[in-house]
Each structure stands twice: as structure tokens, then as C-alpha cells.
């Protein structure tokens, strides 16, 4: 996640809100007559990066708690701190830094010149950063705008997400200015490159220059962790609910056992605690997809009813927490039901492995599952993930479809326009690919393009992107070349799909992105053959192999690639070969379930 986090955000409303003195009051004077100050990393050698936006509140002399005495800084910070301070107005300094500083917090990555924002600390600026607190705790996206060069250095605005959006789809509420509106019936440049700044999840720098005088304005994302339920009423249900509002997350805790929820020592004050079941939750809460549901009431028949609930929600993440044989139990009375989760949204029992026995321990355990989840990480070792380089860091997996073919075996009929479970081949294949994090999804199309293109239209996905393949009669070599040509130039590799194979759930290409983030590796399933394991789709190719995959022939594929580098893949074992059913003939089609 780019941008502000959440929890700084409630940690410096914290800090600014707990002084027991009062003495830093409207103005932000401290004891001695010095200032709070808020210091703001906007840039790192003429660019924008991953850390931009974290924050520090900094006092000149005075120790404050929760702040950083301002002398014990090298390299000019103590000097801009100090002059913002005296001469109470916002400035921009450009800092020469040496070596990381740990002291500051602000995550350098390498030395070199950082462009640091200092803002006295007044009413307006704490009343800002309340309303960023408030748009975390009610899970709010937003993004930040700040002016850090222009005639209204130091304005301060908020922008507001909205799915349906004004007129015009900006999808832009507001802006909600803190320091000074924007005057006029238009809203600045900066308003329009909001909402692509909050999708990217990436700060940006706006500059414009129409005024005749050049406006620097930093826009950077607040997007929330998100609301995880909870429901149960026990130690560790209490301890999971400590963990996650420290994290930023919104909670919603519930119980249908009247009085349960009042005989443990609750966060009553940021914690929303609901007497009730999934009913009553559900209609609190208002699940999405970034919505977590922790199950663990410890009975067995409470934790069906709210699985059931969970199940018809769009939750991604359920968690119920109990042994192996216990979670069997809870399933058999659901499937008589009919009732089963989505594709890759179970976990049970939930949390990472750890080996927690206690129920702070299995709270961290669930807790840090949930971050996991969220990041779209497998929760891995730290120790197992190489170092990105720089050129590929922060940039997104593209999907790559192949489904230029002729299709010989199938006949005369277009096979990716064969109906399956009412829905066209191709159709399955690229709404599976768009439910999973891809980005972007690139069609190859080639014989029978027309065909392809009815079968896919209506898809409406700013993600999705059709290439045709002038060459496709020379071989699927050629396929394959033209979608490499067509990845984003900074992506790490490539996610490849084949335009047949409509069982490939969301959930697998999931796993397999997570395992390539994670790894950097040539990545692709394994399943049960009759002649030992065979290989299997998606497959994740890393940029590294790209030049040699590009110098394949017309009569070879990539399939080549991934027998020759078998022993050095990272392998996801499957334990049956359902989701790698590809149509090839037309009696194929029979073997896909009804």
C-alpha cells in the first residue's frame, strides 16, 4: 500500500489530541513558545516514491511525547523545522541526505536529494487531519491534496470517492478544502488526476503552470484498510478486535447470546459491538469485497448460521477459527444446505501458522493472515522474497490470454464460442482473468477474430486490451511474442492463460500471481497425470525469461521453456486436475460440470 497509512493518521491525531497541558492549543504553541511542526516526504531525487506522504510531527526544542526534538536532525531538517516554526508559514525545503535516518521514520529507500513539506501545526490543519481520521474509520477512500508551491502553499483539500460520480464519471466528491477552497465553478487540474491516483494506489505530483505562475499540488491516497467482523464473544476474539483497530481497520464485533459482549474489557470507543447475529451485522457493517468475516463463537451451530450468511456476502476473506475435524463438522450440516463459500475466500482454520496456542497468539496469527490477504501475499517468509529491483518495483502483473488458434480438432465450429454452463468459452476464460489482480488482461486474438470479439463484447474493464496477431496461422510462438511485446514495460513478467481453458478459476491465477510476487520465479501448477505430475496453466513467466521465450520458432511454444527450466520452477501442487480441463474437441465439452 502507497500513500498515507491509516494508522499514521490515527497516531498523529493521537499525539495531537492527547497533550494533557492544552499548551500546544489552537496555534500549536508548545511550552516554551515553539511550534508543532508536521514535516511531509513528498519526493526522493526528482521523483515521486513509495514512501511519499508519511508524515512526522516534529518540535524544535521541547520534548513533546509522540514527537522528535528537531536538534538531534542532520542534513537541514533541523533548520526548515526551525524556520517554519518561527515564522509560523508552511515552506518546501530540498535536503541533501547522506544515509538513512531512522530517527525520521520516513522509510528512505537511498540518499540523495528529498523534498520535505513543514507545516506549522494550527486548527485547520488538526481539523484535516480529523477528517482523514473519520474517512479511515468509516473505511472512506480519499486522496490528499496538498498545494506545496503556489500562491496557496499550504492548501489543504480532500477528494472524495464515489462510485457513480458526478457528471462527467470523474467519480469525485468534494473537494472538502481545509485550507482555503478552490474558488469558480471548475475544479483545479489536480481534481482530475484524483480518482487515477487513488486506483493506482500511487502519490503523484501535479504541477501547472496555466495561471502564468507555476502550482505545485501533491496528491496522495488515504485508502482504507477496510472492516473485518467479528463474531464471538471470547479472549481471543477481544484480542483479534485490539490488533486490528491498531492496524486502522474498521470492527464490527457481534454476538447473538444476549450479555456476552459485556463481560470482556472492550475498545467501546472505536470498536462498533452489536448484540445479534449475521442479520443484524450484515446490516451495521455492509460487507464489500475488501470486507474480512471472522467466525469463532465456539459453537457449533452459531458458527453455520453465520457462515451461511458469510457465504451469500461479498466478503473476501472468511476465517473460522477451530480445529481441522471441527471445521468438517461445521461444513457437513452447510453442504446438505447447499451452502459453499467462493472460490479462494475460505480459510480454516484461520490464521498463519505460527504455532499460537494462547489467544493473543491466535489473534496475531488471524490478524496477520487478514494483512496477507489484503496485500494479495501468500504470507511467506520475509527471508524467501527476493529484493525487486528498482526498475520493476511497485508495478503490476499482466495477464496474457492466447486464443488465436485455429482449433483444428474441434471442426468446423468457432470453439471459444461453445457454450459452457451458459456462457461462451472465451467469455469464462477472461471474466475469470479480470476477477483476479491482473492488470493489465491482454487478449490475443488471431483466426476467427470477429467471432472472438462478439463473444467477449459488453465487457466493460478498463483492464481488458485486445491485440490482434497478423501471424497467428505461423504458430502459438508467435502469440506469445506479440503478448510480451504488449506488457507494460516495467511489469516483472507475465501471467499467461490459454483462451480454451475456462475452468481456471480467479482464486488459482490469485495463487499463482502471489507465488511469482513472492518469488520471482518461473511459477506454473502441477497436477495428478497417469505418467507422473504434469504441468499446468496459468503460468507465470518472469521478465528474465522473455528474450529467450521471444527467440522460440514457429513450430515451439512456450511450453518448452517451462520443460526445460522444470528443476529451478516454483511448482502449486493441485490435487485433482479439474480447473485444467481445455476444450479441444468437441466431446469435451461433456466433461465440463453442468
Not at 493518521?9 to 493521537?14: G, M, S, V
Not at 459453537?299 to 472468511?318: H, W
Not at 463438522?329 to 475460505?346: D, K, N, S
Not at 516454483?570 to 465439452?589: F, N
Amino acid at each position: 500500500m502507497n500513500g498515507i497509512r491509516p494508522k499514521e493518521i490515527l497516531d498523529l491525531l493521537h499525539v495531537l489530541e492527547q497533550d494533557a497541558t492544552g499548551a500546544h492549543g489552537g496555534e500549536g504553541a508548545g511550552e516554551d513558545g515553539h511550534s508543532l511542526v508536521l514535516a511531509t516526504a513528498i519526493s526522493l531525487n526528482g521523483s515521486v516514491y513509495t514512501r511519499a506522504g508519511a508524515m512526522g510531527l516534529f518540535v524544535p526544542e521541547s520534548a513533546v511525547p509522540g514527537t522528535i526534538s528537531a536538534k538531534s536532525l542532520q542534513g537541514g531538517l533541523y533548520e526548515g523545522i526551525e524556520e517554519a516554526a518561527a515564522e509560523g508559514r508552511p515552506l518546501l525545503a530540498s535536503l541533501q541526505i547522506s544515509e538513512d535516518d531512522p530517527i525520521l521514520g520516513f522509510g528512505f529507500l537511498c540518499s540523495g536529494t528529498l523534498e520535505v513539506f513543514f507545516e506549522p501545526v494550527d486548527d485547520a490543519l488538526r481539523a484535516h487531519l480529523r477528517k482523514v481520521r473519520d474517512a479511515v474509520l468509516n473505511a472512506e477512500g480519499i486522496v490528499c491534496a496538498l498545494e506545496i508551491e503556489g500562491p496557496e502553499a499550504g492548501r489543504r483539500a480532500i477528494y472524495r470517492m464515489d462510485a457513480q460520480g458526478p457528471k462527467g464519471g470523474s467519480g469525485l466528491k468534494g473537494p472538502a478544502a481545509l485550507k482555503g477552497s478552490p474558488s469558480g465553478a471548475h475544479l483545479p487540474p489536480e481534481a482530475a488526476a484524483a480518482r487515477g491516483c487513488f486506483k493506482e494506489e500511487t502519490p503523484e505530483l501535479i504541477e501547472d503552470a496555466s495561471g502564468g505562475r507555476l502550482r505545485r499540488v501533491f496528491l496522495c491516497p488515504v485508502r482504507p484498510v477496510g472492516k473485518t467482523m467479528i463474531f464471538g464473544s471470547s479472549p481471543d476474539a477481544a484480542f483479534l478486535s485490539v490488533r486490528l483497530l491498531e492496524l486502522g481497520f474498521t470492527v464490527f464485533v457481534a454476538d447473538p447470546r444476549p450479555g456476552r459482549l459485556r463481560n470482556i474489557n472492550w475498545d467501546r470507543s472505536r470498536a462498533v459491538l452489536l448484540e445479534g447475529g449475521w442479520n443484524i451485522a450484515s446490516e451495521a457493517a455492509r460487507p464489500d469485497e475488501e470486507t474480512s468475516v471472522v467466525i469463532m463463537t465456539h459453537n457449533l451451530a452459531e458458527d453455520r448460521a453465520t457462515l451461511k450468511g458469510a457465504f451469500a456476502s461479498p466478503a473476501g476473506y472468511i476465517g473460522l477459527t477451530g480445529s481441522q475435524k471441527r471445521t468438517r463438522e461445521v461444513f457437513a450440516g452447510l453442504e446438505i444446505a447447499g451452502a459453499r463459500p467462493r472460490p479462494g475466500t475460505m480459510h480454516s482454520p484461520a490464521g498463519l501458522d505460527i504455532g499460537a496456542e494462547t489467544p493473543e497468539e491466535t489473534a496475531l496469527s488471524i490478524a496477520a493472515e487478514i494483512m496477507a490477504w489484503r496485500s494479495g501475499r501468500a504470507g511467506g517468509r520475509l527471508s524467501h522474497k527476493p529484493r525487486q529491483h528498482s526498475e520493476h518495483a511497485g508495478h503490476k502483473v499482466p495477464g496474457l490470454i492466447l486464443a488465436a488458434g485455429r482449433g483444428r480438432r474441434f471442426g468446423e465450429a468457432h470453439k471459444l464460442s461453445a457454450l459452457i454452463q451458459g456462457k461462451p468459452v472465451l467469455r469464462h476464460v477472461v471474466e475469470n482473468a479480470l476477477a483476479s489482480r491482473l492488470d493489465p488482461v491482454i487478449v490475443v486474438l488471431g483466426c476467427d477474430a470477429d467471432a472472438a470479439l462478439k463473444v467477449i463484447q459488453g465487457i466493460d474493464d478498463p483492464r481488458l486490451r485486445v491485440v490482434f496477431n497478423p501471424g497467428w496461422a505461423s504458430g502459438k510462438a508467435s502469440s506469445i511474442k506479440l503478448g510480451l511485446r504488449e506488457a507494460p514495460q516495467g511489469a516483472p513478467g507475465v501471467i499467461a492463460l490459454l483462451g480454451d481453458m475456462p475452468m481456471v478459476q480467479p482464486w488459482l491465477i490469485d495463487r499463482v500471481l502471489s507465488e511469482f510476487e513472492l518469488s520471482g520465479k518461473l511459477v506454473f501448477p502441477v497436477f495428478p497425470g497417469p505418467d507422473g505430475p504434469q504441468r499446468g496453466y496459468p503460468t507465470a513467466f518472469p521478465r528474465a525469461l522473455f528474450d529467450e521465450i521471444q527467440s522460440l520458432t514457429a513450430n515451439e511454444t512456450a511450453a518448452e521453456a517451462m520443460r526445460l527450466r522444470w528443476s529451478e520452477a516454483l511448482l502449486v501442487p493441485l490435487e485433482d486436475s479439474g480447473t485444467q480441463l481445455d476444450i479441444d474437441k468437441p466431446e469435451d465439452l461433456e466433461l465440463i460440470p453442468k
